[in-house]
C-alpha cells in the first residue's frame, strides 16, 4: 500500500518536474503559411516563422490553435457578450515566445503595449468569434484581444481596458 501509494507520488512529480522543463515550443517544428486572407502578423522576437523573419496567420490557422471561450460584460458594449478566441498564451506559446512586451497594432495603426506576462491561463484571448459570429471591422473585428473582465477585478482597470484592442492585425514582441 505504502509502495502503490509512493509511485504515485514520484509519478505525479516526474510528471509536473517534465512540464516545467517542457520548452513551449520544438525547435524543428513548423509554421504553415497561410492559405486565406492574412489576418495576423506577428514579428520580432519569436522562434517560429513562416514568412520570412515573422509569422503569418489566416483564420483557419488561428482555429487550429486552443480554443477558448469566455462570457464577460466590457465597458463597450451592453449586456455581457460570449467571445471565442486563441488564448494569447497559446499564440505566444505557438511562436515560441518567453517575455518581453508586445507592442499590437490596429488596422488604423491605434497600438498598445502589452506585457507578455499578462498571457496567462485565464486570461486574454485574440477573440475571432463574438456570440459564436466572426466580428466585422464595424464590430471590432476581425480579431479582438479581450480580456475576462469579469473574471478578476484586476481586469476591470484602465491599464487593462486600454490593452484590449480590438481590429488587431499586428503583434511585435520585443524582449
Same mark, same amino acid.
Given at each position: 500500500?505504502i509502495?502503490?501509494?509512493?509511485?504515485?507520488?514520484?509519478?505525479a512529480?516526474?510528471?509536473?518536474?517534465?512540464?516545467?522543463?517542457?520548452?513551449?515550443?520544438?525547435?524543428?517544428?513548423?509554421?504553415?503559411?497561410?492559405?486565406?486572407?492574412?489576418? !495576423?502578423?506577428?514579428?520580432?522576437?519569436i522562434?517560429?516563422?513562416?514568412?520570412g523573419?515573422?509569422?503569418?496567420?489566416?483564420?483557419?490557422?488561428?482555429?487550429? !490553435?486552443?480554443?477558448?471561450?469566455?462570457?464577460?460584460?466590457?465597458? +463597450?458594449t451592453?449586456?455581457?457578450?460570449?467571445?471565442?478566441g486563441?488564448? !494569447?498564451?497559446? !499564440?505566444?506559446?505557438?511562436?515560441?515566445?518567453?517575455?518581453?512586451?508586445?507592442?499590437?497594432?490596429?488596422?488604423?495603426?491605434?497600438?498598445?503595449?502589452?506585457?507578455?506576462?499578462?498571457?496567462?491561463p485565464?486570461?486574454?484571448?485574440?477573440?475571432?468569434?463574438?456570440?459564436?459570429?466572426?466580428?466585422?471591422r464595424?464590430?471590432?473585428?476581425?480579431? +479582438?484581444?479581450?480580456?475576462?473582465?469579469?473574471?478578476?477585478?484586476?481586469?476591470?482597470?484602465?491599464?487593462?481596458?486600454?490593452?484590449?484592442? +480590438?481590429?488587431?492585425?499586428?503583434?511585435?514582441?520585443?524582449?
Amino acid at each position: 500500500m505504502i509502495n502503490l501509494a509512493l509511485r504515485h507520488m514520484v509519478g505525479a512529480v516526474a510528471l509536473t518536474v517534465v512540464g516545467l522543463l517542457a520548452p513551449p515550443v520544438a525547435a524543428d517544428e513548423l509554421l504553415a503559411a497561410p492559405e486565406g486572407p492574412v489576418l !495576423l502578423t506577428v514579428t520580432g522576437d519569436i522562434a517560429v516563422t513562416n514568412a520570412g523573419d515573422g509569422a503569418e496567420f489566416d483564420l483557419a490557422m488561428l482555429r487550429a !490553435l486552443p480554443v477558448e471561450s469566455f462570457t464577460t460584460t466590457t465597458i +463597450w458594449t451592453e449586456g455581457a457578450l460570449e467571445l471565442t478566441g486563441v488564448p !494569447l498564451k497559446a !499564440l505566444l506559446d505557438r511562436l515560441g515566445v518567453t517575455g518581453g512586451t508586445l507592442t499590437a497594432k490596429a488596422i488604423n495603426d491605434y497600438a498598445v503595449e502589452i506585457p507578455v506576462s499578462d498571457a496567462m491561463p485565464g486570461g486574454p484571448i485574440i477573440a475571432y468569434l463574438e456570440e459564436g459570429e466572426p466580428m466585422p471591422r464595424r464590430k471590432r473585428g476581425p480579431l +479582438w484581444i479581450v480580456y475576462p473582465f469579469d473574471a478578476k477585478d484586476a481586469y476591470r482597470s484602465e491599464v487593462i481596458y486600454s490593452r484590449s484592442i +480590438w481590429q488587431l492585425d499586428r503583434l511585435h514582441v520585443t524582449r
